[in-house]
């Protein structure tokens, strides 16, 4: 089992910044990629951003060059800086890891926090 503890959502103005932070602990496999999805207000959930543990990142087109994923693999951490925040930013953020044992996959979820961008 592999649990995610995220931080640092918050209301913010349309122009702001805020800084997520998720801290993943248990049974982390050498292999494994970590990432930030969202669930705007009644909407499915969506891919933001993930990166894997040799640094490959992938952004969601929507916040491509406003928001940046880093990790640090010896603390077990993912952040996402999230700058020009926008009101279609406000969603719960929610972190996620995808840890390969072998051939097999398993992902994990953190509680969410939720980001509230006002106009």
């Known amino acids: 089992q592999v649990q995610l503890v995220e931080s640092g959502g918050d209301l913010v103005q349309a122009g702001g910044s805020l800084r997520l932070s998720c801290a993943a602990s248990?049974?982390?496999?050498?292999?494994?990629?970590m990432g930030w999805y969202r669930q705007p207000p009644g909407k499915q959930r969506e891919l933001v951003a993930t990166?894997?543990?040799?640094?490959?990142?992938n952004y969601a087109d929507s916040v491509k060059g406003r928001f940046t994923i880093s990790r640090d693999n010896r603390k077990n951490t993912v952040s996402l800086q999230m700058n020009s925040l926008r009101p279609e930013d406000t969603a719960v953020y929610y972190c996620?890891?995808?840890?390969?044992?072998?051939?097999?996959?398993?992902?994990?979820w953190g509680q969410g926090t939720q980001v509230t961008v006002s106009s």
């Open positions: 996620n890891t995808e840890q390969w044992y072998g051939f097999i996959k398993k992902i994990y």
């Open positions: 990166i894997t543990n040799g640094v490959s990142t």
């Open positions: 248990g049974s982390i496999s050498g292999s494994n990629t």
